[in-house]
């Protein structure tokens, strides 16, 4: 079965205590992507991938990091977590740009 | 830059009447346009998207959207809505030259019995 899978789903951390949270696609896509959601904001992107070993910047990148090291993954760091990224992520991928992007479950991430 | 919006945060109808849910974006260039939906405790799932060749699309679960260039809409229409629609939907616009997705802040759809 094509699909995204996140883990964990739910995560409450302490500040300042790093945590990643992994993604991984089986649909051999190029790019992927994370999101943040928030109330009355919607999904904004935090970083996106091309392919491996490229990376990029999206709209609300500050306090994250990620790495593509192989193509199926795309973790998401969290080097020293604060109660503003309390949130819930998303991780997509896709085949290529501006096509059908498919959605992991979400992670409920909060951080105390 | 790009941008979406989506009038009313919350939208109530009965089972079997018309949903309606508004998306206008912002775009000085032709944009892909999607409506996501999202069920409760899980992603989002792609309902339809507008890419720039008919402009009625037909989406999954009877839905559909017309993009409209002159009004800039993309507007979400189902002729008769059933309980299990009951979710919240994302419009969203992709435009040439940039990585992300840019979303609407979704609409939460309730159907009432």
């Known amino acids: 079965e094509a699909q995204v899978t996140q883990n964990p789903r739910y995560l409450i951390t302490v500040t300042g205590k790093k945590l990643t949270v992994t993604c991984s696609q089986n649909?051999?896509?190029?790019?992927m992507s994370w999101y943040r959601q928030d109330p009355g904001l919607g999904l904004r992107q935090i970083y996106y991938s091309m392919n491996v070993e490229v990376t990029d910047k999206g709209d609300v990148p500050e306090g994250y990091k990620v790495s593509r090291k192989e193509k199926r993954n795309f973790p998401l760091i969290l080097e020293s977590p604060s109660p503003n990224q309390t949130s819930l992520y998303f991780c997509a991928s896709s085949f290529k740009e501006r096509t059908e992007a498919f959605f992991g479950q979400g992670t409920r991430l909060t951080v105390v | 830059a790009q941008s979406v919006t989506q009038l009313g945060s919350h939208v109530s109808v009965s089972e079997g009447a018309l949903v309606l849910l508004r998306c206008n974006y912002s775009?000085?260039?032709?944009?892909?346009l999607f409506w996501y939906v999202q069920y409760p405790n899980q992603g989002l799932q792609l309902l339809l998207k507008y890419t720039s060749a008919a402009t009625l699309v037909k989406g999954i679960n009877g839905f559909e959207a017309e993009f409209k260039k002159s009004e800039t809409s993309f507007h979400l229409t189902k002729p008769s809505a059933h309980m299990s629609d009951a979710a919240e939907y994302f419009c969203?616009?992709?435009?040439?030259?940039?990585?992300?997705?840019?979303f609407g802040s979704g609409t939460r759809l309730q159907v009432q019995p």
């Open positions: 775009s000085s260039v032709p944009p892909y």
């Open positions: 969203a616009v992709s435009v040439a030259g940039r990585r992300a997705l840019t």
């Open positions: 649909m051999n896509h190029e790019y």
